[in-house]
């Protein structure tokens, strides 16, 4: 493998992650403005809120899903560690070991992406307030599962390239994702 290629994918995972953060910023700051303003209201009835609900629900779930793909991106979610490596004692064995853990995790958000698009797409309730479709509240499971099976996906691509050769050096195409 081409560490071109590595420092390519090392670059839109930079910059998927960066698009991810903004959006889970943005979508912070819209419900601590719209918690603040409904305390406000408690106080100072100057307007009504019969929609809070129903935009909280969508924030939070975006920020959520959202959130999710991020850290899968960038390994930082929280886990067990990676403590059964050491009783391998073939390199490979090391390797074919991280390659199954990625086909169970792949197993898994194929499964969410499939129900989370099918929900998506079969629903034709209405939110209360607005009307507006509730495809937009499920709209961010299969978008982040997506991304999910598509960074699994690479995972275990570059886990098979260091089974094939394991003095394979994916790290020189990993910039520090984390910033």
Known sequence: MNQDFLR???????GLVKVLE?????LFVAITFI???????????FMSMHWFDEILELLYGALIFYGAAAVWVTH??????DWISKFIPSVRGRFAYRLFVELMSLAFIVIFFKYALSLML?????????AMSKKWLYAC???TGGIMVL???????LELAKIVNPD??????????NH
Request: glycine share 4%.
């Open 141 to 143: 499971m299969p978008i």
């Open 22 to 26: 903004w959006i889970c910023i943005a």
């Open 35 to 45: 918690l603040t303003l409904s305390i406000v209201v408690r106080f100072i009835p």
């Open 168 to 177: 394979f050096n994916i790290e020189a195409g990993k910039e520090n994702l």
């Open 122 to 130: 079969q629903t034709e309730e209405q939110t209360t307030a607005f």
């Open 151 to 157: 960074y699994t996906l690479k995972n275990m691509w």
């Open 76 to 81: 930082s979610h929280f886990s067990v560690g």
């Open 8 to 14: 390519t994918l090392s670059r839109i995972d930079r």
